[in-house]
């Protein structure tokens, strides 16, 4: 064959492979993308604009399944306050007044106790630990037949990791220091200090320094110093205990059923696999933000402290008794406790084994 006349096959070749995608009028059009309407979501977050982690984290999980969605799927995310409350989430994508929400489940527990089990709770599982639960034990299925009670479809949506245990004016030396105590400290934490007697109180996060300053709070809880130092607190309350009341929160992604169910099959999994990437970024990024931040705390001249063994060993005993006054009293909260504490239970043998005793020859 000669050069020419190749190049001429060749040509034709490629032509062909070309003219498959073309319409009997001759106009392009590629065979390949299934051509989707565009479906917009409305997702309505707990957080203030732009808060950092949180709220950055899940402006980034809409950008990532625009991308990966070739922008068959828009999501909208509107901060607290400008479409709803910020608690007001669950109620609007149960109803179906919007599509979404990024929240945490246990601000919801005055609906069902149980929801508290799936944000996480005193002297239970780690991040690693929940992540382990949700994807290899019951925690998702357990949390998706509870969810689907209020027309809801829940997914992994962050997780802060180890929760300090909060800002003190003054030192914590004995289980009589907490009588009385005025702490802003929400969810089962708040439920077993206040059988230690603390009085737990509920404050708006605009009001918390100004109440600690002024003296109308005795201590209070955030998360940990990358979100802590942002609040102020080291400039005020110069105690600061490590952590046992939220030892690896996990927030939520939810969408409403009826809207879910609209997405291909494809675009089902696209937002399941973003939320596991926001699962696991959020992670990432509390954990390094708080070593980062911890150079403030302890530049602040903060004395980083422990509860006293008393305090502790007193805390875990109203937890157990918190969850049999509450097993007592709702169903599910009695059915996901036995499942998770079972896990627990299975789990910190390795976890002791494995994690801490490595822990400690790193740390000798
Ligand atoms: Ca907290």
Redesign the pocket.
């Given at each position: 064959m000669k050069r020419r006349d190749f190049i001429k096959v060749g040509a034709i070749g490629a032509g062909a492979v070309a003219l498959g995608g073309c319409q009997k009028d001759g106009s392009a059009k590629n065979v390949h993308i299934k051509r989707r309407k565009t479906i917009k979501i409305k997702l309505a977050t707990s957080w203030p604009a732009n808060f950092p982690i949180m709220g950055t984290g899940v402006e980034g999980f809409a950008k990532r399944v625009n991308e990966i969605s070739e922008g068959s799927i828009k999501i909208k995310v509107y901060a607290k306050n400008t479409l709803v409350p910020a608690l007001g989430v669950f109620d609007a994508v149960s109803s179906g007044s919007l599509d979404a929400y990024h929240s945490a489940s246990y601000y919801y527990k005055g609906k069902n106790e149980a929801f508290n089990l799936f944000t996480g709770y005193p002297f239970g599982l780690t991040a690693q630990e929940m992540n382990a639960w949700m994807d290899f034990g019951n925690g998702m299925k357990l949390w998706r037949e509870l969810y689907d009670k209020y027309n809801l479809v829940p997914f992994k949506g962050g997780n802060?990791g180890v929760?300090m245990g909060?800002w003190f004016k003054k030192e914590i030396k004995s289980l009589a220091d907490l009588k009385g105590l005025k702490m802003r400290?929400?969810?089962l934490?708040g439920e077993v200090f206040a059988k230690l007697g603390v009085k737990p109180t509920l404050l708006p996060a605009g009001e918390i320094y100004v109440a600690l300053e002024r003296n109308l709070l005795d201590a209070t809880?955030?998360?940990g110093p990358s979100l802590d130092v942002k609040m102020g607190f080291q400039k005020v309350a110069k105690n600061y205990y490590t952590g046992w009341?939220?030892p690896g929160?996990m927030l939520s992604l939810v969408f409403n059923k009826q809207k879910f169910a609209k997405f291909s099959k494809e675009q089902q999994l696209m937002i399941e696999m973003a939320s596991n990437e926001m699962n696991s970024n959020m992670l990432s990024e509390f954990q390094y933000k708080n070593a980062v931040e911890l150079e403030t705390v302890k530049k602040a001249g903060v004395k980083i402290l422990e509860f006293p063994s008393e305090v502790m060993s007193e805390a875990k005993k109203a937890m157990i008794e918190v969850a049999k006054e509450k097993s007592a009293k709702s169903k599910d909260f009695a059915k996901v406790w036995k499942d998770v504490q079972g896990f627990l239970a299975k789990n910190r043998e390795w976890t002791d084994i494995g994690l801490e005793k490595y822990l400690k020859v790193r740390d000798s």
């Open positions: 802060t929760q909060g400290i929400p969810g934490g809880e955030w998360l009341h939220e929160s």
